[in-house]
């Protein structure tokens, strides 16, 4: 018997998801979907478009049996943590036999390779991609060329334009990731790609599979509605209009600016220096900019450098927000999820759900009692950290919804999602 693990964050679920996620079932011949998914923040740094459960729903109507949220501390991390934190959840229940991800590329092989070297640091590797760091050189392009010297020199039979392409692509990036962290975990869970098809990751043209980055662009616009319809399968729109009908999205970035440059003009540099991912002086930097910035993206373009690009700022901006601390990472590195949180599950996913229950090696949380378990005076310090970051990250989220629907505590009182 196989179950097929996605990691996701369909925000919100498109058409390509909806391909990849009936692709991945045929390519495995699973019997079941289970996702593991960003919660309300996502590993670009924003906010989700609408709420965890609600995408959630989206996916379970849409084929997916088991959605499981990825805790707060590696959703919003860069696409290593986030790439550990996933697999390791997918892991730890214990019962998923294959990983299934979507790429530029279709040569598994070569996303292998790639893997292999980032994993093990050669000291050839890390000597070039010290050279082209020190030569001003931003990070992933640095890394992407030293991996690309490497190869070409030791292979002898690989383009080192194509690999370095290979290494730029979003979707590969994540891919050699996920190849990683299985390699890094000793998982025996067995990768399986599949090629994306239609408009790229950043691509903000409405055309053929729209990425969800043009989806997200298209509410600015009056007529969102139908100009998005085209490209969500039915459900995902019925259940869009519906949370947003009740006053709970679009939620957007901008939402962010004011609180952001608030706590930034409070905070001193020495507070900021304790922020993790916050390095090399980059504290005065933040410092000098919220004094000086008007709006969000004002503050981003004076803080961004070759070394810190926009991606990068806009996570440490939600490090800030959420005092995601140096330490308190080091700690979520160190143990990985601990716990499984259910958002929603099928008729077949419930079955599956038995399994994992006598299998999985972490606390299972599928219903809200279950939190009491992580509340209580026995609980692990850093699990109960690692869910007060999760509650937090949901009761901030809720302050950008319409004014009747910002309670607090929602993490306590709502339950997983059941469909029929």
């Known amino acids: ?70 805790p707060f501390c590696f959703a919003v991390r860069s696409a290593y943590n986030f790439a550990l934190g996933a697999v390791q959840t997918l892991d730890r229940t214990g019962v998923v036999t294959h990983i299934c991800f979507g790429a530029e590329t279709p040569d598994l092989p070569l996303l292998q390779q790639i893997a292999f070297i980032l994993s093990e640091e050669p000291e050839e590797f890390r000597t070039r991609l010290k050279a082209l760091l020190d030569q001003g050189h931003n990070y992933p392009l640095a890394r992407a060329s030293a991996v690309s010297s490497y190869l070409s020199y030791h292979t002898r039979t690989l383009d080192p334009n194509q690999v370095l392409t290979t290494m730029m692509g979003p979707n590969n990036i994540l891919a050699i990731e996920y190849l990683r962290a299985l390699r890094e975990t000793k998982s025996s869970i067995v990768p399986v790609l599949i090629p994306r098809v239609g408009s790229g990751y950043h691509d903000t043209s409405l055309t053929s599979y729209a990425s969800a980055t043009a989806i997200r662009g298209a509410f600015s616009d009056p007529n969102w509605d139908k100009l998005v319809k085209p490209y969500l399968p039915s459900p995902s729109h019925e259940i869009l209009l519906r949370e947003i009908d009740q006053g709970k999205g679009p939620v957007q970035e901008k939402h962010l600016e004011p609180v952001l440059l608030a706590l930034l003009r409070r905070m001193t540099a020495s507070e900021l220096a304790a922020i993790h991912d ?143």
């Not at 390509?16 to 996620?21: F, N, T």
């Not at 979907?33 to 906010?47: I, L, T, Y």
């Open 278 to 420: 916050i390095t090399e002086g980059l504290e005065h930097r933040i410092k000098k900019a919220a004094r000086q910035s008007n709006s969000l993206i004002h503050l981003k373009n004076l803080v961004k450098t070759k070394r810190y690009n926009l991606t990068r700022i806009n996570r440490i901006l939600l490090y800030v927000l959420f005092n995601l601390t140096k330490t308190r990472a080091a700690s979520f590195d160190e143990t990985g999820p601990a716990y499984l949180r259910l958002l929603g599950l099928s008729p077949s996913g419930q079955k599956i759900l038995l399994k994992i229950k006598s299998k999985c090696r972490i606390l299972l949380i599928n219903r809200v009692k279950t939190v009491n378990k992580l509340l209580s005076p026995q609980s692990h310090p850093v699990a109960r950290d690692m869910f007060d970051l999760d509650v937090l990250a949901t009761d901030i989220y809720s302050l950008f919804f319409a004014e009747a629907q910002r309670q607090g505590g929602r993490d306590y009182t709502v339950s997983p999602i059941r469909i029929r």
């Open 1 to 70: 018997m196989s179950i097929v693990g996605i990691v996701a964050e369909y925000n919100p679920f498109h058409n390509g998801h909806l391909y990849h996620l009936e692709q991945a079932r045929m390519a495995t011949g699973a019997e079941a979907v289970v996702c593991v998914m960003s919660g309300n923040f996502v590993q670009r740094g924003e906010p989700a478009i609408i709420d965890k459960w609600a995408r959630a729903e989206m996916a379970l109507r849409c084929g997916a049996d088991l959605v499981f949220e990825l």
